[in-house]
């Protein structure tokens, strides 16, 4: 195993805590002198937080370890292609490095739509790699969607179980007549034959 | 006075907060249903984060009040133009508008070097208005790096007059002879005359 498989595994363990919390399993650390000193796994809906993205989390922290807010000499390894605030992020931090797991086409700018981590015209450009346990990077969000869709197909199947459950159970109390809001096509009474 | 200047001049006080901090004076407030929810001004040394610009700061302030991290049907009103890492955190909160007040060409990502808020390859455009009170929000930064450039010349001169009395307190000290690292010219005595 490589040092950026080594330092990449531990960025999966913390997508993997992500998708414990029902997140979309994104993580990373944050490397410097060969030592991890940030973690950070996506948080965006517990923390109702725009923020609480895995890079932002692990950036803060970091600034906060090393007194400072320039990252110089520290590497972030990634499981998923940052986004254009992430990648922005890693810029304004003077990062030198960051290793990426897996792309995100859809909307990653560290290569897809955009590559802001490399544009010339920014005072800082970071050094990227590419498809570090990629496969693993892909199969931890891959997993999290499939089992995702199963969950709400499951509980989409389960509302339709309980409203058929309470429409009997109301035609039951009903007698043999359903309630009006239940069966649209029931014939209201005429106006002519309320009032002849 | 218009909407936007009134919100501006919010903005305004917030980038003063920052310079009386000795911060870069930039600052935000963001606006929702009319009333201010969230402010923020850098503080990017006093908090040794990377991400404590005033755009984010104001961000993460407006989310955990609505309990969400969608900005939705909010404006901000900041003071300069976002940079990459702001612009994209502005994309990602999906909020609705950004009022700038001057623009920054070196740095600034939402119309300058480049326009990541209104990029069509995104899931979301922030509408924008540009030059609100942009004299004042541009005289508050040219004054912050004027006084900045006094202080730092100010400094200059009292460090080397510091030096300069402490050289001749040597010399005093040391008789009409000033010591040797004070004078490299000073004659060493030779070797030969030591052990003739």
Redesign the interface.
């Known amino acids: 195993m490589t040092i950026d498989e080594k330092f990449m595994k531990k960025a999966i363990h913390q997508a993997r805590r992500a998708a414990a919390l029902g997140e979309i399993p994104i993580g990373c650390v944050i490397v410097c002198d060969g030592k991890v000193i940030a973690r950070g796994f996506n948080q965006?809906?517990h923390?109702?937080?725009?923020?609480?993205?895995a890079e932002?989390e692990a950036?803060?922290r970091a600034?906060?370890k090393?007194?400072?807010?320039?990252?110089e000499g520290c590497t972030m390894y990634v499981t998923l292609e940052p986004?254009?605030?992430?990648?922005?992020?890693l810029?304004?931090?003077r990062i030198d490095r960051v290793v990426i797991g897996t792309m995100n086409p859809k909307?990653g700018?560290a290569g897809s739509?955009?590559n802001?981590l490399q544009?010339p015209?920014?005072?800082h450009q970071v050094e990227i790699t590419y498809g570090v346990c990629e496969k693993e990077c892909s199969a931890v969000l891959t997993d999290f969607f499939a089992d995702l869709r199963v969950r709400v197909k499951e509980e989409k199947a389960a509302r339709k179980a309980a409203e058929t459950a309470s429409l009997v159970r109301m035609r039951s109390e009903a007698g043999t007549e359903p309630p009006a809001s239940a069966d649209p096509s029931e014939k209201k009474p005429q106006k002519s034959e309320e009032n002849p």
Do not use: E, Y
């Not at 090393?66 to 990252?71: I, K, M, N, Q, T």
């Not at 986004?83 to 992020?89: H, L, P, T």
């Open positions: 965006r809906l923390k109702h937080s725009t923020l609480a993205h932002l950036i803060d600034s906060r090393l007194g400072d807010w320039r990252l986004c254009q605030m992430c990648s922005g992020a810029v304004q931090s909307a700018c739509l955009l802001i544009m015209q920014f005072n």
